[in-house]
């Protein structure tokens, strides 16, 4: 009997009878009225704050002028996550990838943040990128002495180190900047111990942009002394004559390089360099080292301290002139029966490099000088050909043939 009746039992009028549609829907209704109610419950909050902006990409030669730093970010989120949020993970950056120096460029600033959050604003969305070329300049460090040393001192034993530092910063900053100096106090002069001074700018107008150096401060080491005032000059050697025509002076080196000379200091600031006695060059031709007398300075009142000598070292090097020769003849090589063909041009202007003594009487026979055109292997005319030279003698040199080329036709 039950079976009988499962099997009457009709499922596709049971699920669409108005009596069971009503209690899905009402279910579905439910359902969702759940859904909503434990969404608003989850509480969203908003948060505004700053970050650091980032520079990607950014060529290591290149700096920015004048650039962001910071932009302002709101996000939103639950409380849940908004208290757990590591605020490190919400990054600024702007893509600076291929841009090159020397031009301004506005880009869009991009956010990373994590999927659990959603972003509301960046402000601002973009900015202006002013890409200048950085460059590192090596400058020595100068002193630059109190104006109100005692009468009847002076200083002496000065020594900064390093001597130079290197200078960083935008091309046209750098390019403003005369010197770097130190300025020593009497005070510190007189300690006559190590100090360690800070280092300034001399510079013709204000930077641009951000310019550093490689070292603050240098150690500076001086002390006032008693007496003149001394000061080192470098040493100049004096020439006196005409060298062998085929060479000249190619360096004039000194030992000492500089001396030193003491008196007023207005009478020290006219002395520029210590002469040494004139040194006769006549006729020389080969490299000469010599002792040669200083001469005290002509200023009256300054006198030459220590060094009353110095080595003189002159080198020389050959001097070459050139002469251009017209009208030598191309000869044909390489062939048994040259005149079987012709050649244009027939001739080719030279130019050979000799010492002066020598290139002024050049004599294109005496010193074997010939053009001529290599003809082997050729067999069919016309054809185009380089000229080419040689020089018997060991003392001259082909340094140019003008035409270059000629052409070889048959004899007619």
Not at 117 to 131: E, G, R, W
Not at 137 to 150: A, H, K, N, Y
Not at 154 to 170: F, L, N
Not at 211 to 228: I, N, P
């Amino acid at each position: 009997m039950k079976k009988h009746a499962l099997k009457n039992f009709d499922l596709d009028k049971f699920l669409t009878s108005p009596l069971v549609l009503w209690a899905i829907s009402i279910t579905i209704a439910v359902g969702m009225w759940l859904y909503v109610t434990g969404i608003e419950e989850r509480e969203y909050i908003n948060r505004k704050f700053s970050v650091q902006l980032e520079y990607r990409g950014l060529d290591s030669q290149a700096i920015l002028r004048g650039k962001l730093s910071e932009v302002d970010i709101e996000i939103r989120a639950t409380e849940e996550v908004m208290t757990r949020l590591d605020y490190d993970s919400v990054r600024a950056y702007v893509d600076a990838r291929n841009l090159l120096p020397g031009k301004r460029y506005t880009v869009n600033i991009n956010v990373e943040y994590p999927d659990n959050i959603m972003l509301i604003s960046c402000f601002p969305s973009q900015t202006t990128l002013d890409i200048v070329r950085q460059v590192t300049r090596l400058m020595t460090v100068e002193t630059v002495l109190p104006q109100d040393i005692p009468e009847g001192y002076y200083i002496e034993g000065v020594e900064i180190i390093p001597k130079e530092v290197g200078i960083k910063g935008a091309e046209d900053d750098l390019a403003k900047i005369g010197s770097v100096r130190v300025t020593p106090t009497i005070e510190e002069l007189q300690d006559g111990t190590d100090n360690l001074l800070p280092l300034k700018f001399d510079q013709s107008e204000p930077f641009e942009g951000i310019v550093t150096k490689e070292l603050e401060q240098v150690r500076f080491r001086g002390s006032l002394a008693r007496g003149l005032p001394r000061k080192r000059v470098p040493v100049n050697a004096r020439l006196a004559g005409r060298l062998d025509p085929d060479y000249e002076v190619k360096s004039i080196t000194t030992d000492p390089s500089d001396v030193q000379i003491e008196g007023k200091s207005e009478d020290l600031a006219k002395v520029e360099t210590v002469d040494t006695e004139v040194i006769e060059i006549s006729m020389m031709n080969t490299d000469s080292v010599m002792i040669a007398p200083l001469r005290q300075p002509e200023v009256e009142g300054v006198t030459l301290t220590g060094a009353s000598s110095a080595r003189v070292s002159i080198q020389l090097s050959e001097v070459r002139a050139e002469k251009m020769i017209s009208h030598i003849p191309v000869e044909l090589r390489g062939t048994a029966r040259p005149h079987e063909w012709s050649c244009a041009p027939s001739s080719v202007t030279v130019t050979v490099e000799g010492r002066p003594s020598m290139i002024e009487n050049f004599d294109a026979e005496k010193a074997g000088l010939k053009a001529f055109a290599d003809m082997t292997n050729i067999f069919m005319t016309p054809v185009t050909l380089p000229v080419r030279t040689e020089v018997a003698s060991g003392d001259f040199r082909v340094v140019r043939t003008e035409p270059q080329n000629i052409t070889v036709s048959s004899a007619q």
